[in-house]
């Protein structure tokens, strides 16, 4: 059976991610509507599962030959393509549970996801942490396009999804210090990785980043979405005003003012710095 790729160009996915908790999910409904292709097989935010797998629970700091076999895995599970042993390998390797069980499903689902292929434009995924392999995936890909969504950095500061600063704030020099308030800690973190992304986007992805901020999304959805829609290069079937009812500001936007500010004047300025209002 040929490989089956829906005539996509599979050197130009489009990539979603950012800080947990920043709204990627949205911007991923968002995409979706529009024409993107995130995969068949995601959770309840729409994080690729594949790519959660099999890329996710490596370190970031692995070559790119480390792990392009990992990235080839990826898209021929993705597109429901044959397997190579050493893509049954790989699998076996990054199962979590019952490892046949695991497989299974993951065979089962991308070969059901198959052909819903046909009403997409452009392919890619939704993945958070995808913003770590940055530099690989633009070698893999070379011709991929990247969206980084930011949240205000004082509301991230008091958001409760703390995986990706538990799992990759040492690698940022942010000391796990309980004398240090957790929201000035998860504040320097947020700092630290949208600084470290902006840079890599400017190095490796000139012309092909945007970067996306919730809160603007939210005060100008039609604005920021036809911004989206214009990076994306996609003719959405839906109208504008139907993609910008996928935009529900949640209740949380603002939450830093319901706190007492543990933060310092540095930290406030580098927050404004990246094009965040700030009202303390």
């Known amino acids: 059976m040929p490989p089956t790729t829906a005539g996509f160009d599979l050197d130009a996915p489009v990539i979603i991610g950012g800080v947990g908790g920043s709204g990627t999910r949205v911007v991923a409904q968002i995409a979706r509507a529009a024409g993107v292709n995130i995969g068949s097989y995601v959770n309840g935010s729409l994080d ?3 790519f959660a797998r099999l890329i ?15 990235f080839r895995t990826f898209t021929r599970l993705y597109f429901g393509q044959p397997l190579r042993p050493g893509d049954y390998w790989r699998l076996y390797r990054s199962a979590r549970g019952p490892v046949l069980k695991w497989i299974w499903l993951h065979l089962k689902r991308s070969w059901e996801g198959r052909p819903t292929h046909a009403q997409y434009q452009k392919w890619g995924w939704k993945n958070p942490r995808s913003q770590y392999y940055l530099k690989q995936l633009a070698t893999h890909f070379p011709r991929c396009k ?6 205000h ?3 991230m500061a008091y958001s409760d999804n703390t995986s990706q600063y538990q799992r990759w704030g040492q690698y940022f020099g942010i000391p796990n210090d309980p004398d240090i308030p957790h929201a000035s800690r998860h504040l320097d973190f ?4 949208n600084n470290w992304v902006q840079n890599q986007c400017r190095e490796l992805l000139p012309d092909r980043h945007l970067i996306l901020r919730f809160d603007d999304l939210c005060a100008q959805p039609e604005q920021e979405v036809a911004r989206l829609l214009a990076f994306l290069e996609v003719s959405p079937r839906c109208t504008l005003e139907q993609l910008t009812a996928l935009v529900q500001p949640p209740a949380s936007l603002g939450r830093y003012q319901r706190h007492e500010t543990p933060f310092t004047p540095e930290q406030v300025q580098s927050v404004r710095a990246f094009g965040f209002d700030v009202r303390v």
């Open 153 to 155: 950095g004082l509301d």
């Open 146 to 151: 990247y969206v980084h969504v930011m949240r």
């Open 190 to 193: 947020w700092i630290a990785v």
């Open 48 to 50: 690729n599962v594949f």
């Open 56 to 70: 996710c629970q490596l370190p970031h700091l692995w070559t790119y030959p480390r792990l392009a076999p990992r």
